[in-house]
């Protein structure tokens, strides 16, 4: 079965940075579109950032400009670089993949990120 597997979270200081990567296993074929969402407590889960398989891109506003995201279509991976890390980027992190814009949505087990001094 499909699985993804997240990592690169951790614990940083304002200011700092940190680059996540999720690598898919059990696919069939390459995803369509891969990307980044991240859910604060007490928030709703939200999208970071997408990516689509010939690299048109979606960030968050409030990320623009600090976040990159990457993929590695032949290895079915996407990667989050994160510059200039704010405290209210602190969420856990996950990795979500499709193989069309109606399909089944793929998870990642998530990985938390702290941003705090």
């Known amino acids: 079965q499909v699985q993804l597997v997240e990592s690169g979270g951790g614990l940083v200081q304002p200011g700092g940075s940190l680059r996540l990567s999720c690598v898919a296993s059990?696919?069939?074929?390459?995803?369509?579109?891969m990307g980044w969402y991240r859910q604060a407590p007490g928030k709703e889960r939200e999208l970071v950032a997408a990516?689509?398989?010939?690299?048109?891109?979606n960030y968050a506003d409030s990320v623009k400009g600090r976040f990159t995201i990457s993929r590695d279509n032949a290895k079915n991976a996407v990667y989050l670089q994160m510059n200039s890390l704010k405290p209210e980027d602190t969420a856990v992190y996950y990795c979500?993949?499709?193989?069309?814009?109606?399909?089944?949505?793929?998870w990642g087990q998530g990985t938390q990120v702290t941003v705090s001094s």
């Open positions: 990516m689509t398989i010939v690299g048109s891109t």
């Open positions: 979500n993949a499709m193989y069309g814009s109606n399909s089944y949505p793929y």
């Open positions: 059990g696919t069939i074929g390459r995803f369509n579109f």
